[in-house]
T-cell receptor, first 112, second 115 residues
Framework: GQQLNQSPQSMFIQEGEDVSMNCTSS?????WLWYKQDPGEGPVLLIA?????ELTSNGRLTAQFGITRKDSFLNISASIPSDVGIYFC????????????FGTGTRLQVTL | DAEITQSPRHKITETGRQVTLACHQT?????MFWYRQDLGHGLRLIHY???????NKGEVSDGYSVSRSNTEDLPLTLESAASSQTSVYFC??????????????FGPGTRLTVL
């Protein structure tokens, strides 16, 4: 099955740094979602995007729905240790009736 | 508060046994989904349901079945467990609403080991 391409696959950053990650596809999506997964837990929804070009924030997190509708971006400002985890993007295509396609994940590790 | 729960959280079984994983949501969502998560594969869709008596196969449905007899529950059954089905299983749900219909909310997961 199709999966979205996320990059980077993993990253080590220092506390206080800003983080950027992205998700790309060859297909057009109507909805983009960003999730965070902590070890031993289920993914938790962070941000949902519904319009091309839309920019949405949730605290220190900001996500954008790409103009081409084939990509999305997530930024985390001033990272803190609890930002550690795996970040997944997910997209919903037209005609798939609420089914999501998931990205491969970006593993974030924050050093003090 | 509304929530989605899974049980058991951990399960060890033997090859060939039938296993059922429970998923219960109190969101009153009409859509429910089962995924498996494996290293290198991310989240893969097993089965999904858009409402009572509706079930559909996902990309990795072989060896699994589901039934939807009410809105709240979507149990996942492994008919004859195989070692290849050792994985972490997640249930998710999503519901009505103009913008929230595609927002899936996940349970805590069940770690299944087949020996």
């Amino acid at each position: 099955g199709q999966q979205l391409n996320q990059s980077p696959q993993s990253m080590f950053i220092q506390e206080g740094e800003d983080v950027s990650m992205n998700c790309t596809s060859s297909s057009i999506f109507n909805t983009w979602l960003w999730y965070k997964q902590d070890p031993g837990e289920g993914p938790v929804l962070l941000i949902a995007l519904y319009k091309a070009g839309e920019l949405t924030s949730n605290g220190r997190l900001t996500a954008q729905f790409g103009i081409t509708r084939k990509d999305s971006f997530l930024n985390i400002s001033a990272s803190i240790p609890s930002d550690v985890g795996i970040y997944f993007c997910a997209g919903q295509q037209a005609g798939t009736a609420s089914k999501l396609t998931f990205g491969t994940g970006t593993r974030l590790q924050v050093t003090l | 508060d509304a929530e989605i729960t899974q049980s058991p959280r951990h399960k060890i079984t033997e090859t060939g046994r039938q296993v059922t994983l429970a998923c219960h949501q109190t969101w009153n969502h009409n859509n429910m989904f089962w995924y498996r998560q494996d290293l290198g594969h991310g989240l893969r869709l097993i089965h999904y349901s858009y409402g009572v008596q509706d079930t559909n196969k996902g990309e990795v449905s072989d060896g699994y079945s589901v039934s939807r007899s009410n809105t709240e529950d979507l149990p996942l059954t492994l008919e004859s467990a195989a070692s290849s089905q050792t994985s972490v299983y997640f249930c998710a749900s999503s519901g009505r609403g103009s913008s929230s219909y595609n927002e899936q909310f996940f349970g805590p997961g069940t770690r299944l080991t087949v020996l």
